[in-house]
């Protein structure tokens, strides 16, 4: 419809800006994606805790 909002597109300082905010959102998710891994890898480690926990709770009710 209105062609000439995209017309910054096509201009040097356009495209470059276009590159500029590409290159901040991809920083930003994968900053957020590291700080989800650690977030996980934190959560697992407690999962692994707690079962060992629950393994030797096990062991020990289950002795002669």
């Keep these: 419809d209105n062609k000439l ?5 096509l201009t040097p300082s ?3 800006e276009k590159a ?3 290159v901040s959102f991809l920083k ?6 590291e700080a989800i891994r650690k977030e ?5 480690q407690d999962i692994e805790r707690a079962l060992g926990r629950i393994e030797g ?3 020990t ?3 002669p």
């Design 20 to 22: 500029r905010l590409t």
């Design 57 to 59: 709770q096990l062991r």
């Design 61 to 63: 009710l289950n002795r």
């Design 14 to 16: 356009g495209i470059e």
């Design 5 to 9: 909002a995209y017309s910054y597109l």
């Design 28 to 33: 930003h998710k994968v900053a957020e994606y």
């Design 40 to 44: 996980m890898a934190r959560c697992f």
